[in-house]
């Protein structure tokens, strides 16, 4: 099945930040450990799920951060659960990655399940959970900070999908 324009931009995105192929257990030495980065925010607002995604579509961000080459670190690497790797296989990755702009203005971090030939799976696009403006701003999904959160304690590393 072709990719939509949406899922291409991902696609290429993707393709543009990490060098497949690539061992699952270890993210790429070419990019950086963002699981601790913190951004100092002064306003933070939770939207649902679906409006983070289209508002992340309609700025065409995957667009932006290729053609302005973002630097891109992982936030969070590794094995999904059982059911994801069932339904997609046993070598699906879970991967987290941050996008930010040289200066910051604009970042964004991002999940997705790959298939160890790069193909996004599930929605076949990026799942935006935070998007960040001029270090001011910090729009994410609802819940999110709470389901990180969790993660961390729970496995004392970086945040989860």
């Known amino acids: 099945m072709a990719l939509n324009p949406t899922e291409e931009s991902h ?15 270890d993210p790429p030495s070419s990019l950086s450990n963002w699981s601790s980065r913190v951004f100092s925010v002064s306003t933070d607002c939770e ?36 059911s994801i790797r069932q339904e997609y296989g ?11 702009e040289r200066n910051d203005l604009i970042s964004f971090d ?14 076949r696009k990026l799942a935006p959970k935070y998007l960040y ?13 709470a389901r990180d959160s ?3 304690h729970r496995r004392g590393g970086a945040p989860g999908a």
């Open 90 to 100: 046993e070598g699906t990755l879970s991967v987290r990655l941050l996008f930010a």
């Open 133 to 145: 403006g001029s270090g001011a701003i910090r729009l994410g999904v609802k819940g999110q900070q």
């Open 11 to 25: 696609r290429r995105l993707l393709n543009q930040s990490l060098k497949f192929p690539f061992f699952i257990d």
């Open 150 to 152: 969790a993660y961390q």
């Open 110 to 123: 991002v999940h997705c399940y790959l298939s160890p030939t790069g193909d996004i799976l599930a929605s």
């Open 47 to 82: 939207l649902n799920s679906l409006a983070i995604q289209r508002l992340f579509n309609h700025l065409e961000l995957t667009e932006l951060a290729r053609h302005h080459h973002y630097r891109v670190g992982w936030v969070a690497w590794g094995r999904p659960r059982k």
